[in-house]
């Protein structure tokens, strides 16, 4: 009998499941993970600091229109913002509007920038041919809105029941009023609810005072708002 010879097994016949591939190795890349982590933590601040800078928005008094040097500020010149404010800055608050209008403007303004108290000049005084009447008026007698700076025509409300001159003259007393246009200065509304008048003073030609004075004392008198003027 011929001897039996082994030959070796070659590996391209080998069976399959003597083959195995060897796993690969991820690499993580440490410093990346690390910028994003901080990039997500600066987002979250910046977010966090922008909100509480949001959330201290204060009302300030802005310059509606071009308002010369010199020139008194009326309520139309005067606008209310919300913005953050910065401490540097210094505007004026919107709360005090009504001390604000009637003061001349110390510097040119410019529409859509905020108001402070450097541009802002002394309050007027009276000229030689002005004065100021104070009038007590009862509700219906005056614009409930009426704020100072307000520009305002002053009116007879008894001129009507007034006779006739006796020369035959048809003069119509009701159609001429006290005073064609007055500035209103200031606003002293009641001070509680058993009172019904409100005492507004008016800044008129001197040579009506004495008249104004007496109808506002008759218990005669109306305002009628007039549009600011440009």
Excluded: C, Y
Excluded at 9 to 16: D, E, G, K, L, V
Excluded at 40 to 60: E, I
Excluded at 162 to 170: I, K, L, Q, V
């Amino acid at each position: 009998m011929a001897p039996t010879t082994t030959l070796p097994t070659s590996s391209r016949h080998a069976t399959p499941s003597s083959l195995r591939i060897a796993p690969t190795t991820r690499r993580r890349s440490t410093p990346w993970i690390a910028l994003g982590l901080l990039l997500v933590l600066g987002s979250a601040l910046a977010f966090g600091v922008v909100s509480s800078r949001l959330g201290d928005r204060q009302a300030v008094l802005a310059i509606a229109r071009e308002v010369p040097a010199g020139q008194v500020l009326s309520v139309g010149d005067l606008a209310t913002v919300n913005v953050t404010v910065d401490p540097g800055l210094r505007p004026v608050p919107a709360s005090e509007r009504p001390s604000v209008v009637g003061r001349p403007a110390a510097v040119p303004l410019m529409p859509g920038t905020l108001l402070t108290p450097a541009d802002l000049g002394a309050p007027a005084l009276l000229g030689p041919d002005q004065a100021v009447v104070a009038l007590a008026l009862k509700v219906g007698h005056f614009p409930p809105a009426l704020t100072p700076g307000a520009q305002v025509m002053i009116a007879d409300t008894g001129a009507a029941e007034t006779a006739a001159p006796s020369d035959g003259s048809s003069t119509a007393l009701a159609d001429t009023p006290l005073a064609s246009s007055a500035t209103v200065v200031e606003v002293d509304q009641p001070a509680d609810d058993t009172q019904d008048t409100t005492v507004v003073s008016v800044r008129v030609p001197a040579s009506t005072a004495a008249r104004l004075a007496a109808a506002g004392a008759a218990d005669r008198v109306a305002l009628v708002l007039l549009p600011s003027k440009s």
